[in-house]
């Protein structure tokens, strides 16, 4: 789903059994908007600690999200949203992942990030602010890999890339 055209593009339904939890892993839907969005707003405040916080803004969420395809992972026996992540998908290139606070190293990030393989071509790419050092651990034991730095208006940054699970010839 891209919340700035309102349309849906190709997904998928995977549910995973997770800490004794089912999480569902769909194609966002236009109502779990608001939803992301306050998800997207308390992370980033709870997380991004460095930052001012009066940087962020509810409105931010369909503002960075705009032409991104994005899955959700939801509890399926209550169909609480947990989390979510955002692709945009020409580059390979994961934008935002983000689980809301209580249900981080749950195993909810684990199956979002897993979800991108079923697919998304390899190489997948992300930015890991480095001030994160929770995501930097995260992505690393993943298999992610960091290809170079760089600094936006958040601070500086870690280039990521995943392959798939083995090296990429360069």
Not at 112 to 122: R, T, V, Y
Not at 147 to 155: I, K, Q, S, Y
Request: hydrophobic share 40%; glycine share 8%.
């Amino acid at each position: 789903f891209s919340p700035s055209t309102g349309s849906l593009s190709v997904g998928f339904i995977r549910d995973r059994l997770v800490h004794d939890r089912m999480i569902r892993i769909r194609l966002a839907e236009t109502t779990d908007l608001p939803e992301l969005a306050e998800i997207f707003l308390a992370t980033r405040l709870r997380t991004f600690h460095w930052c001012d916080p009066s940087s962020f803004r509810l409105q931010d969420f369909v503002i960075q999200t705009e032409g991104e395809i994005i899955h959700v992972a939801e509890d399926s026996r209550t169909g609480k949203l947990l989390g979510f992540v955002s692709v945009w998908s020409k580059e390979h290139f994961a934008h935002h992942l983000y689980v809301v606070p209580d249900r981080q190293r749950s195993g909810t990030g684990s199956a979002l990030l897993k979800s991108l393989d079923a697919w998304l071509p390899f190489p997948h790419r992300l930015k890991c602010l480095e001030e994160n050092h929770g995501a930097r651990a995260f992505y690393r034991k993943h298999g992610w890999i960091e290809l170079g730095r760089g600094t936006d208006a958040l601070g500086h940054y870690l280039l990521m890339e995943y392959d798939g699970g083995g090296r990429l010839p360069r």
